[in-house]
T-cell receptor, first 112, second 114 residues
Framework: NAGVTQTPKFQVLKTGQSMTLQCAQDMNHEYMSWYRQDPGMGLRLIHYSVGAGITDQGEVPNGYNVSRSTTEDFPLRLLSAAPSQTSVYFC???????????FGAGTRLSVL | AQSVTQLDSHVSVSEGTPVLLRCNYSSSYSPSLFWYVQHPNKGLQLLLKYTSAATLVKGINGFEAEFKKSETSFHLTKPSAHMSDAAEYFCVVSPNFGNEKLTFGTGTRLTIIP
C-alpha cells in the first residue's frame, strides 16, 4: 500500500522553465490537494480537487495549474518558474467521508 | 475566518520529561482541530484530531490534546518524551467537515535532550 506518492523528490529549475510535479494515490480518495511549505509559514493550500474533472483554487494559486483527469493522479504544473516558487511541495488526499488528510513525502524545489 | 497560533517556535525537553506544545485558534464556527507531526525530510502524519466529540483526544505514540473552548486552545501533551519524538509539530484548524481550506500553524520544533 503506497499511499500518496510524489515525484520527483528533488528538483532544480532555472527561472522561466516549466515542469510538472506528479502526485498519485492508490487509496481511491476523492479529494486531493497541493500545499507549499515555506520556513516560518506552515503549509498553504495551492489548489485542490474534490473529484475527477473538478478543481478549485486555494490560498496561493498564482503561477500554478492543476488538472484531475483520473481519481488517482493530481499533477501540479509550473508554467514559468520563478525564484519565489522555491519551496517544499506536499500533495495530500482524503476520502470524502473522512476529514483526515494523508500526505506524500514532499518535493523540494529550487528555482535559480 | 479562522487562524491558528502556535505559541512556541521551538521547545526543548529532556528525555523522560513531559512535553507541552501550545496552540490557540480562532474560528467563527465550531472547528475541527488536528495535530500533525513531520519528521525530517518526511511528509506530515496525523497525530490526533478533535471533531466535537470528547474534549480530551488521545492520539498515537502517547500524545493527547485537550480542546478548551473557553480558552480557544488545543494544546498537545505527552507525559514522557522519547528521542523519537524529535520532529516538527503543526496545529491545524478546519472550518467544517468537507472543507479543504485547512489553516496550518507555523509549527513547533521539538528537540529532545538525551
Amino acid at each position: 500500500n503506497a499511499g500518496v506518492t510524489q515525484t520527483p523528490k528533488f528538483q532544480v529549475l532555472k527561472t522561466g522553465q516549466s515542469m510538472t510535479l506528479q502526485c498519485a494515490q492508490d487509496m481511491n480518495h476523492e479529494y486531493m490537494s497541493w500545499y507549499r511549505q515555506d520556513p516560518g509559514m506552515g503549509l498553504r493550500l495551492i489548489h485542490y480537487s474534490v473529484g475527477a474533472g473538478i478543481t478549485d483554487q486555494g490560498e496561493v494559486p498564482n503561477g500554478y495549474n492543476v488538472s484531475r483527469s483520473t481519481t488517482e493522479d493530481f499533477p501540479l504544473r509550473l508554467l514559468s518558474a520563478a525564484p519565489s516558487q522555491t519551496s517544499v511541495y506536499f500533495c495530500a488526499s482524503r476520502p470524502a467521508a473522512k476529514n483526515i488528510q494523508y500526505f506524500g513525502a514532499g518535493t523540494r524545489l529550487s528555482v535559480l | 475566518a479562522q487562524s491558528v497560533t502556535q505559541l512556541d517556535s521551538h521547545v526543548s525537553v529532556s528525555e523522560g520529561t513531559p512535553v507541552l506544545l501550545r496552540c490557540n485558534y480562532s474560528s467563527s464556527y465550531s472547528p475541527s482541530l488536528f495535530w500533525y507531526v513531520q519528521h525530517p525530510n518526511k511528509g506530515l502524519q496525523l497525530l490526533l484530531k478533535y471533531t466535537s466529540a470528547a474534549t480530551l483526544v488521545k492520539g498515537i505514540n502517547g500524545f493527547e490534546a485537550e480542546f478548551k473552548k473557553s480558552e480557544t486552545s488545543f494544546h498537545l501533551t505527552k507525559p514522557s518524551a522519547h528521542m523519537s519524538d524529535a520532529a516538527e509539530y503543526f496545529c491545524v484548524v478546519s472550518p467544517n467537515f468537507g472543507n479543504e481550506k485547512l489553516t496550518f500553524g507555523t509549527g513547533t520544533r521539538l528537540t529532545i535532550i538525551p
